[in-house]
């Protein structure tokens, strides 16, 4: 996806500020559960079998930094599909010299809707994500 760097995501440096990095992961990670068909089984407002999925761990890397009206180019993907978690990376780029910005990993946990404890991911999300899952970014490897 493409994000053009807003002026209220730009902090008293000029820099694009840490925690805004994050809301462009999650919605980077949102995007790629959209366009591979997936939005309905992580709706919290839908029925998908029960559960829910709560974010457990954000984890953000910054190799370089980006400023007001700059573009990003950010690339979202399955890292890990766990017993009851599924891990995502996103890597956030300049459009123009792919000059690296930020690596996110984010973990989200299965919660059954009716008692709040974490359970296993429902087979046919698993294997949904599966088939969409592509080479993802790590938010641990280096430049």
């Not at 829910?52 to 180019?73: I, N, Q, R, T, W």
């Not at 009851?84 to 996110?104: K, W, Y």
């Not at 949904?128 to 970014?137: F, H, K, R, S, Y």
Request: charged share 25%; proline share 6%.
């Amino acid at each position: 996806m493409r994000q053009r760097v807003p002026f209220s995501d730009v902090d008293m440096h000029g820099h694009v500020h840490n925690g805004v990095y994050c809301s462009y992961a999650e919605t980077a990670i949102n995007e790629f559960l959209r366009e591979a068909g997936l939005s309905e089984r992580f709706d919290p407002r839908a029925d998908s079998h029960g559960v829910v999925y709560h974010v457990k761990k954000v984890e953000l890397c910054y190799d370089g930094s980006a400023g007001f009206d700059d573009v990003l180019d950010i690339t979202a993907g399955v890292r890990r599909i766990g017993t009851s978690s599924l891990t995502f990376s996103a890597a956030m780029v300049h459009a123009g010299d792919r000059a690296p910005v930020a690596r996110a990993e984010v973990v989200w946990v299965c919660v059954d809707r009716a008692t709040g404890r974490a359970r296993p991911v429902p087979e046919p999300t698993r294997e949904a994500l599966t088939a969409a899952a592509a080479p993802a970014p790590t938010a641990t490897e280096g430049r």
